[in-house]
Nanobody, 127 residues
Framework: VQLQASGGGLVQAGDSVRLSCQVS????????IGWFRQAPGKEREGISA????????KYADSVKGRFTISRDSAKNTVFLQMGSLKPEDTAVYYC?????????????????????WGQGTQVTVSS
C-alpha cells in the first residue's frame, strides 16, 4: 500500500487549499483514511478521517467547520479541502491508511492503528 499526498504550498491567511491523497495497493472501499498534521516541535495530530464505507467522518475541533474530507473511489483518492486557513494551520500534512479488508463505518481512534503513511506535504500559512 502506498499513499502520495500533494497539494500543499505557501498561502495567505484566509485562503483555501485542497490536499489530495492518492492511494494505491488497496481500495478505499476497504480502507479508512486519516489526515494528520505535524507542526515544528509538536506531536502529530489527527485532524480528519473517513471510514471505508465513506459514511462516517470525523474532524478535530481545531478544523471543524473549516476543513472538509471527501473521496473519489473511482480515482482511489481522498481529498482534504481546507478553508479559512490560519497561520496555526502551518504544518506538514500526512495521509494514512488502515486497510482492514472490509467495508465498515469504523474509524481508527489512535495513530498506531494506521498501518501505512504517505510522505507528507507542507502547508505554510502566512499572516
Amino acid at each position: 500500500v502506498q499513499l502520495q499526498a500533494s497539494g500543499g504550498g505557501l498561502v495567505q491567511a484566509g485562503d483555501s487549499v485542497r490536499l489530495s491523497c492518492q492511494v494505491s495497493g488497496t481500495t478505499l472501499d476497504y480502507t479508512a483514511i486519516g489526515w494528520f498534521r505535524q507542526a515544528p516541535g509538536k506531536e502529530r495530530e489527527g485532524i480528519s478521517a473517513i471510514s471505508s464505507s465513506g459514511g462516517r467522518i470525523k474532524y478535530a475541533d481545531s478544523v471543524k467547520g473549516r476543513f472538509t474530507i471527501s473521496r473519489d473511489s473511482a480515482k482511489n483518492t481522498v481529498f482534504l479541502q481546507m478553508g479559512s486557513l490560519k497561520p496555526e494551520d502551518t504544518a506538514v500534512y500526512y495521509c494514512a491508511a488502515d486497510p482492514f479488508g472490509t467495508t465498515s463505518d469504523y474509524i481508527p481512534r489512535e495513530k498506531y492503528e494506521y498501518e501505512y503513511w504517505g510522505q507528507g506535504t507542507q502547508v505554510t500559512v502566512s499572516s
